[in-house]
């Protein structure tokens, strides 16, 4: 999370040499500040609070006012089943919108897997596997959306039903606003996406 150094008089920061995408998910996080005359390279070097940072997108982890869950009670997490139809709600997130999007990926929303993680078979509007219609908002309550999404609904290059191997897969989500057509823009991870069905390539012997 550390900034590169400040610019304009120690007015404006950037991350990432202002190109690279922030993969960070939705919430609210702390703006914490560390003077050039530091080694600023660890936590513990920026105690100074300086503000608030929104950052819009889906929780990784879903809020918890009671403080009584788990870490892995509060991940975002959906079912499919194989040879049918797939739409999923709600994903929760902070100020998303209708027209984001998700992509359905093997193992990893991280942009350096992106040349092998889409998935064969996975139903879209698109030419390309497993990118969803856009999203509905269903609700928003404070500064939390609901939000639900299908997949080759609103149109499609292919068939509507999911005919990908049973597995668990990633959502990975990109923001309405953006391109959002191909897997290089889907970087944020949103949760897991359980298929229901058969691995392929059984083979099984009788006698």
């Keep these: 999370?550390?900034?590169?150094?400040?610019?304009?008089?120690g007015t404006v920061?950037?991350?990432?040499?202002?190109?690279?995408?922030?993969?960070?998910?939705?919430?609210?996080?702390?703006?914490?500040?560390?003077?050039?005359?530091?080694?600023?390279?660890?936590a513990e070097d920026y105690q100074t609070d300086a503000g608030s940072l929104e950052v819009v997108g889906p929780f990784?982890?879903?809020p918890d006012p009671t403080g009584t869950k788990t870490g892995e009670e509060r991940l975002q997490g959906f079912t499919c089943t194989a040879n049918e139809a797939c739409a999923i709600s709600p994903l929760l997130g902070r100020y998303l919108a209708n027209g984001d999007?998700?992509?359905?990926?093997?193992?990893?929303?991280?942009?350096?897997?992106v040349y092998n993680t889409t998935v064969d078979a996975w139903p879209s509007e698109t030419f390309v596997w497993g990118i969803s219609d856009v999203a509905k908002v269903l609700a928003v309550v404070d500064d939390t959306s609901f939000q639900s999404?299908?997949?080759?609904?609103?149109?499609?290059?292919?068939?509507?039903?999911?005919?990908a191997e049973g597995?668990?897969?990633r959502l990975c989500w990109c923001s309405d606003g953006f391109d959002c057509s191909e897997p290089v823009d889907f970087v944020?991870?949103?949760g897991t996406m359980k298929l229901i069905g058969p691995h392929f390539d059984q083979h099984k012997t009788c006698v």
């Design 188 to 190: 944020v991870d949103a």
């Design 149 to 163: 999404y299908a997949w080759a609904v609103d149109g499609t290059t292919s068939y509507r039903e999911v005919r």
């Design 13 to 42: 920061f950037r991350w990432g040499g202002g190109t690279e995408v922030t993969t960070a998910p939705g919430g609210l996080y702390r703006l914490c500040w560390c003077g050039h005359h530091y080694a600023c390279h660890i």
């Design 167 to 169: 597995a668990y897969y």
């Design 101 to 113: 999007r998700v992509m359905i990926k093997k193992e990893s929303c991280r942009p350096d897997w």
């Design 60 to 62: 990784f982890l879903l």
């Design 1 to 9: 999370g550390d900034s590169e150094p400040a610019m304009a008089n």
